[in-house]
């Protein structure tokens, strides 16, 4: 069930893109605003459990409608593992702006590049030289591909193993846009709890996603660059997924830049070449190979069950 809902849910998002995606992003803010208004009175506690029943209640409904969808008939629970997989899911946000960047690099029209990375990244990027784009260009779609599709797998996977349906997708796309949110609305402590509940439940599918990028790349260096680089970056989890990746496939990413007139330091990530738009059809590779190999690892597993029943 979890192959066909992944493969039903991805055909969807392709053929029907979510549109309302802002709408509902609007809409998952002020249910989360509510808590932290009536729940956090100033004191980190009361923070905490504003979090916990923000994440909780939607956990909650969504394993008790999988068991219900799944009591009146399992077509009815792969579908409804379909809908909340296309409502967390974001594979074509992440192909669409990626894809536009990289033609427009490829037709040497670098202030269109230059524009629409700026308007992905909501920060300026006009200083970036060609290189530069293409670079930063690959992290963000890295770090996307990672966020948006195979942390909602892992943990989707995670939850449906334990019996508790789609719930897993719904924990990690809540706890990373609580961070997000938090990060930007309380930057105090409050915000340091979010980014460090987001980085629990960040544990497990960025290690996932570094070995799957192991396995479907080059093996040795991506151990080597997770094991030595990743901790450099300021983001462990972006540090773990970008080092790993930038040795998948043998690029230098990271390295200081320009932003806002004033240079930026950036620690190295990867061994290898300098980024260029070559290197950019070399991830979407990275990351279509490491689809491909969720999808024959959740064939394997369902076919290994059948054989058991």
Excluded at 8 to 16: G, K, M, N, P, W
Excluded at 179 to 192: A, C, K, R, S, T
Excluded at 212 to 234: H, K, M, N
Aim: with cysteine; aromatic share 14%; charged share 15%.
């Amino acid at each position: 069930m979890s192959l066909l809902s992944l493969i039903f849910a991805l055909l969807l998002e392709q053929l029907h893109p979510l549109a309302l995606r802002r709408n509902l992003h609007a809409g998952l803010g002020h249910y989360v605003d509510f808590f932290h208004r009536f729940l956090h009175a100033g004191h980190l506690k009361h923070g905490r459990i504003a979090w916990l029943v923000a994440i909780l209640l939607p956990l909650i409904g969504t394993v008790s409608l999988y068991w219900l969808m799944y009591w009146v008939h399992p077509v009815f629970a792969l579908l409804f593992n379909v809908l909340v997989l296309y409502f967390t899911l974001g594979f074509r946000q992440f192909i669409r702006s990626y894809t536009d960047i990289h033609q427009a690099l490829r037709d040497h029209d670098l202030d269109k590049a230059r524009n629409l990375l700026s308007a992905w990244r909501a920060s300026s990027c006009h200083e970036l030289k060609h290189e530069e784009v293409a670079r930063v260009t690959i992290e963000e779609g890295l770090l996307a591909a990672h966020r948006y599709l195979f942390g909602v797998i892992t943990w989707f996977v995670v939850s449906m193993f334990l019996g508790l349906g789609p719930a897993g997708a719904v924990l990690y796309r809540m706890a990373h846009f609580i961070d997000q949110l938090w990060d930007h609305e309380d930057p105090g402590d409050l915000g340091v709890f979010a980014r460090q509940a987001y980085r629990w439940v960040e544990w497990l599918p960025m290690r996932v996603t570094a070995m799957i990028f192991a396995i479907v790349g080059d093996f040795e260096d991506t151990l080597y660059c997770w094991r030595t680089q990743s901790q450099s970056w300021p983001d462990p989890v972006a540090g773990v997924v970008l080092a790993s990746a930038a040795g998948a496939i043998g690029v230098r990413l990271g390295l200081p830049i320009l932003q806002a007139g004033l240079p930026q330091d950036r620690p190295e990530l990867g061994i290898g070449e300098d980024a260029d738009v070559d290197f950019m059809q070399s991830t979407v590779g990275l990351v279509w190979r490491a689809l491909v190999f969720w999808f024959a690892l959740l064939l394997l597993f369902g076919l290994a069950t059948l054989v058991k029943f």
